[in-house]
């Protein structure tokens, strides 16, 4: 009996430690998107939608969740002076495993505005295979079109 009971504890013990929620934080520098293409939507005046694809590279990571660049493809529909988007982001590791976080927002067509948006971290591959995670990324896109933005939220790697 105590045997089955200290089994139970120490399997308790163990998949909550696996379970335990972790911090992203990583700030990102973006150069100029790497490729557009717009297309004007004929409803109403200033209705585009709009595929953006580009890359950034991690200027400062979390120790504990080191990402080092990522590519990214993005959906964004433009009416008048709001943008919502909706984004996929493909993440490098430091070891080399990747991390695959899905994202969505809105923002003001004035790029002076910063912007922000919800991400999900939906699947890695190597440590980062079962990884589940969610937070918000917030940023600015400057004049010569780079961009510098900082993500933040929580991550935990199941069996």
């Given at each position: 009996?105590?045997?089955?009971?200290?089994?139970?504890?120490?399997?308790?013990?163990?998949?909550?430690?696996?379970?335990?929620?972790?911090?992203?934080?990583?700030?990102?520098?973006?150069?100029?998107?790497?490729?557009?293409?717009?297309?004007?939507?004929?409803?109403?005046?200033?209705?585009?939608?709009?595929?953006?694809?580009?890359?950034?590279?991690?200027t400062?990571?979390?120790?504990?969740?080191?990402?080092?660049?990522?590519?990214?493809?993005?959906?964004?529909?433009?009416?008048?002076?709001?943008?919502?988007?909706?984004?996929?982001?493909?993440?490098?590791?430091?070891?080399?495993?990747?991390?695959?976080?899905?994202?969505?927002?809105?923002?003001?067509?004035?790029?002076?505005?910063?912007?922000?948006?919800?991400?999900?971290?939906?699947?890695?591959?190597?440590?980062?295979?079962?990884?589940?995670?969610?937070?918000?990324?917030?940023?600015?896109?400057?004049?010569?079109?780079t961009?510098?933005?900082?993500?933040?939220?929580?991550?935990?790697?199941?069996?």
């Open positions: 009996m105590r045997k089955t009971v200290w089994v139970a504890c120490a399997l308790l013990l163990f998949t909550s430690a696996a379970l335990a929620q972790r911090r992203v934080d990583t700030k990102w520098r973006c150069p100029k998107v790497s490729a557009i293409h717009s297309l004007a939507v004929g409803d109403a005046p200033n209705h585009n939608y709009t595929i953006i694809q580009g890359s950034c590279k991690s400062a990571s979390d120790a504990n969740f080191q990402e080092d660049n990522s590519d990214y493809t993005e959906f964004q529909e433009m009416l008048n002076a709001s943008v919502s988007v909706r984004g996929r982001m493909n993440v490098t590791m430091r070891n080399g495993d990747k991390v695959f976080y899905s994202y969505e927002g809105s923002f003001l067509t004035d790029i002076t505005k910063p912007f922000s948006h919800r991400w999900t971290l939906v699947s890695g591959t190597g440590r980062y295979k079962s990884v589940r995670g969610n937070g918000t990324c917030s940023g600015i896109v400057h004049a010569d079109g961009g510098d933005m900082e993500c933040v939220g929580t991550f935990s790697i199941g069996r």
